[in-house]
């Protein structure tokens, strides 16, 4: 893959063999230059990656080079070789002292790359429907898998909860489970585990195209062989230390994931809102009230469940709406409302059905906790279906109506 723009390589020290295998991988040219001076280079190369060596005279220099590099469009990745502290926000971790380290780069790199390219995309077909890019933060809105049993685990939940959503997972087989429904921006695989686990968990995250580009972090585990996971990393040291330096990586890949559903949201005409991934509230209303009128002149099912949250965890309707975006049938839709709660219609369903079906969606929104706080996302959920005499808008009152008895 080729990349429009050169490799800038910031360093004050000899250039690592390593590097020359960026120009065997036809990633180039390979531009050099001192810490000094990196912030013009930036402006001058207009480079398609920044690398940076992390291991003399950086320190003065870091900060004003990382927001330099965080102000480019489209996304320009910033890889930060062998750093010893906590790193910037925007500045990835890359180990070179394991084996394979330069494979392990090249992977590191295009993966980022095809960021940078999708970033492009988004821009340039913005024009086209009245679609923003989200703008807060993409970390903001991450949710990381962190799986561990040791005595580092309370610890680490915490540090990465004050970042971003963290779902828990005391076991292999629990985390199986949550890879499967949820969507992660992130694995942080803690201490409590064999080697042969730890290497059997790998094998199968490399093997599966879904969980290919996700950053896994690993915070206690030696390493023997190498996995096809591009973003995987070893991050040892104090809980605080790995959750601000896996988070450049989760950030990147939150950012991906947003630009995808931006891009998804172009597609359908501007009809899909990109932060949670379902209908806007506009196209919600619209979609419904031809669904009723359609159902009523048919004949068959139709059912409606709502997911109401607390009004002060605003993470967890959205988090909700990730997952229902997720684990939907292809003909049912929904909307995250401006109420706080998700609402999903069930197409050709009946009552029994949509309780069943509401009811498993449920437990999976119940294993998020964000934050400090340990808030839970448990939702009160109401779930009705049409009658002959409704219309679109005596269907979503009883359903509120149904929400706020229960609740009480």
Known sequence: MSQAGPILFVSNGERPAFIAALDEARFFPVIDTGWAGAVRAVEEVQPAVVLAAMHAGHEPHLALLARKIAEQSPYLPFVALDAAGALPHNALPFSSSRAGHSERLIARLRAALRIRTLHATVLRRLPEVKVALPEADPARDATVLLIGRGAAYPALSVALGERVGVVGALSIEAAAKHLNTRDLDGVVLAEGFTARVTDAFLTVLAEDTRF??????????????????????????????VAANALPLIRQHAMEAQLSRTLRSIDAGGWLDPRSGLLTVEAF??????????????????????????????????????ILSRLMRQMDFGAAQKDGSVIVVFAETDFRTAHMIARRLSAVMRH?????????????????????????????????????????
Do not use: C, W
């Open 212 to 241: 290919r580009s996700l950053p896994v972090i690993l915070t206690a585990h030696q390493l023997t062989q190498t996995y096809d996971l591009p973003n995987l990393e070893l991050i040892p040291g104090e809980p605080a230390k």
């Open 285 to 322: 209303a619209r979609d419904f009230a031809k669904a009723v009128e359609q159902t009523l002149a048919r004949g068959g099912g139709l059912s409606v469940a709502r997911f109401a949250f607390d009004p002060g965890n605003s993470r967890a309707q959205l988090d909700a709406a990730r």
């Open 368 to 408: 998020t906790s964000n934050g400090k706080h340990e808030m839970r996302s448990d939702p009160v959920v109401s779930v009705d279906s049409l009658s002959p005499s409704d219309t679109a808008r005596s269907l979503l009152g009883r359903l509120s109506a149904d929400a706020s008895r229960a609740a009480s």
